[in-house]
């Protein structure tokens, strides 16, 4: 078998087709986390109907067609967020396993990424299209606040899955000085979810949490492309908030590059 | 010893390992004294480890576990750096400047797959072909031969994991080679295979070092491996070097055993007592057993020689045949194993 007239891809252009092809072979498991997503959309979605039923009045800037548009879209684009890349990069360092990836002329981090996006492709994104798609037929979801709106909530998107990406692989990096990251990254997760606005949006939190919220990576992944969406981006603007999604992106990935090179010098691997 | 050859391909210079360990007590109360007060402790695994290799050898790097075989290979590979001391392949840094570095080495490490778990083998191969840009061409001539020489065709469509131990090793030797590196590591290539999967890898690999002119770093316990691939031994002993040299080399200088055994041409009833007058002035006393017509001589070849303890027998007793055991480099590894090793300079033989 060889690749007469198969053309050669350029290298991280080949991890994300790599992860793309690993996660269907999983395609089993992708579809029943489709279904277990959209059910338990579907169960926060009428919690918040019950409350609103009982008292229609808007809460915060939300009525009820916003906070189900919310509500849906914050799952939607959570799931697409979704990356096991922080599991991925704590196995390897902690089995051993890295070497393999360290004896190839490739960047750690960007084969992690290429890799990423090729696995959310197949368990994100499909599950995410056929979430958004039949919430728009079937529950009458609010349109984008402009066309302009509707443009740099993709790129919002988009820039919030990097922001996620990096937040992951900084908790996998974290295994090389806590042998194991599995109590650090389960907070991490909960607290994430939370304050990327994923649960109820950011506005309905308390003062001092939304102080926190706004100071965190995470509302920079849920929370700004929802705003853009809705059109709830009044302080600074979108492009204001996208300046902001730009920023994290250039100081986690910087903070990344670092702790990669002190990680590196730290890696112990046992045994052949 | 031999150490700091000219034109080094890998260069090794004092290469020196510690790692920080927690030092636990144990039980739950060890679990929580280390919880609130935790003690470390520095193991160093390797010790001021020096030496070079040219391009074109093939190299064995053999001692017991925790002898730093593995450790050193790690750094060869840049995977690790060391604490101190330093290493250099074809000059370069191969911890900071990995990447460069990943193109001219190979490695297979024994217990570990570089293909993917899930795809099918030709799909890893030419995701990894992907990765070090090979050329197409030459993608599909490497490919060729090493289809052909590890008999990888009925191989290629199936999934890393439906493969055993001895086909995933032979497609994972392929993978390291796609690139077509100057140097190959291998760290225990040949561990739980069967015979007949160990003899067709250790010929590819001899092949490999012979015809195309790789260099070869091995590390394994198999005897065999060492034997068939490598003409250099680097036996390494808690971090350290205990030897370095060839194959022969240390044979001749650890081999502290020799065994002869004379067929005589009639029973002699005194035969032990004999040869024991006959070789009195042998230092340390040889080990003399008679079983039947054959009279057994143990004696130790550094203080004297074969020919010389032959001859005096041989003008003691009737003797018909004689057959001289040679050497055994895996004795003399057991004993490196067990720690009965005498190690230091060997006194020349008389």
């Given amino acids: 078998m060889t690749t007469a007239g198969i053309a050669r891809r350029p290298k991280y252009v080949a991890l994300f087709s790599m992860g793309l092809s690993d996660a269907l072979a999983y395609r089993t498991s992708a579809a029943i986390s489709w279904v277990i997503n959209g059910w338990s959309v579907l169960i926060v979605v009428y919690v918040w109907y019950s409350l609103f039923a009982q008292d229609g009045a808007p809460v915060a800037q939300f009525d009820w067609q916003a906070m189900k548009t919310y509500l849906i879209l914050a799952h939607a684009v959570n799931w697409f967020m979704q990356s096991d890349v922080s599991w991925i990069v704590a196995d390897a360092v902690q089995n051993g396993n890295i070497v393999t990836d360290l004896t190839r002329p490739a960047d750690y981090m960007l084969s992690k990424f290429s890799q990423a996006i090729g696995g959310s492709l197949v368990n994100g994104t499909i599950g995410t299209v056929i979430l958004f798609g039949s919430s728009i037929i079937f529950l009458h979801l609010q349109a984008p606040a402009s066309p302009a709106a509707a443009g740099l909530f993709i790129l919002a998107c988009v820039l919030g899955y990097g922001v996620n990406f990096l937040i992951s692989y900084l908790m996998g990096l974290s295994t090389c000085w806590l042998t194991n990251n599995q109590g650090l990254s389960w907070v991490l997760w909960y607290a ?70 002190r990680a590196m010098r730290r890696l112990e691997i046992q045994g052949g | 010893m031999r150490c700091c050859i000219s034109q080094a391909q890998i260069e090794a210079r004092a290469l020196t390992k510690t790692f920080r360990v927690p030092k636990r007590g144990s039980g739950v109360t060890g679990a929580i004294q280390h919880l609130f007060a935790p003690v470390y402790e520095d193991k160093r695994a390797l010790d001021q480890v020096t030496f070079d290799i040219a391009s074109g050898e093939a190299v064995a790097c053999v001692g017991p576990n925790g002898a730093g075989k593995s450790t050193t290979v790690k750094l060869m590979v840049g995977i690790t750096m060391p604490t101190s001391g330093s290493v250099r392949i074809e000059g370069l840094d191969p911890h900071k400047e990995r990447i460069t570095n990943s193109r001219k080495i190979g490695v297979v490490f024994g217990q570990r797959s570089q293909l993917w778990w899930d795809l099918p083998v030709a799909e890893s191969l030419r995701l990894l072909g992907d990765i070090y840009e090979i050329p197409p061409d030459r993608y599909d001539q490497t490919l060729k031969t090493c289809t052909e020489l590890l008999e990888l065709g009925p191989l290629l469509g199936q999934a890393s994991r439906s493969l055993s131990l001895g086909q995933r090793m032979r497609c994972d030797i392929a993978a390291s080679l796609l690139h077509s590196p100057r140097i190959l590591f291998l760290d225990e290539p040949t561990i739980g295979l069967d015979v007949a999967v160990k003899a067709r890898i250790r010929q590819f690999i001899s092949a490999m070092n012979r015809e195309r002119g790789v260099t070869v770093v091995l590390t394994s316990h198999d005897l065999q491996d060492i034997e068939t691939i490598c003409q250099r031994i680097i036996l390494m002993d808690k971090g350290a070097i205990v030897f370095d040299g060839s194959l022969l080399a240390v044979k001749r200088q650890f081999d502290r055993s020799r065994v002869v055994t004379f067929r005589l041409r009639e029973m002699v009833p005194d035969a032990a007592a004999r040869v024991q007058i006959a070789l009195s002035e042998v230092a340390p006393p040889p080990v003399i057993t008679v079983t039947g017509y054959d009279t057994v001589v143990t004696f130790d070849p550094s203080h004297s020689s074969s020919a010389a303890v032959v001859a005096k027998v041989m003008a003691e007793l009737p003797v018909e045949d004689l057959k001289i055991e040679e050497p055994g480099i895996e004795s003399i590894i057991r004993q490196l194993y067990d720690g009965t090793l005498k190690l230091g300079v060997a006194e020349p033989v008389t």
């Fill in chain 1, 192 to 261: 994430g979810r939370i304050l990327a606005g994923t649960v109820i949006p950011i506005s309905l939190f308390p003062g001092w949490l939304q102080t926190v919220a706004w100071a965190s990576p995470f509302q920079a992944t849920v929370s700004t492309p929802l705003l853009i969406y809705l059109g709830h981006d009044q302080q600074g603007g979108a492009l204001g908030l996208i300046g902001v999604q730009v920023a994290w992106i250039i100081g986690l990935g910087a903070f990344s590059r670092w702790l990669y090179a």
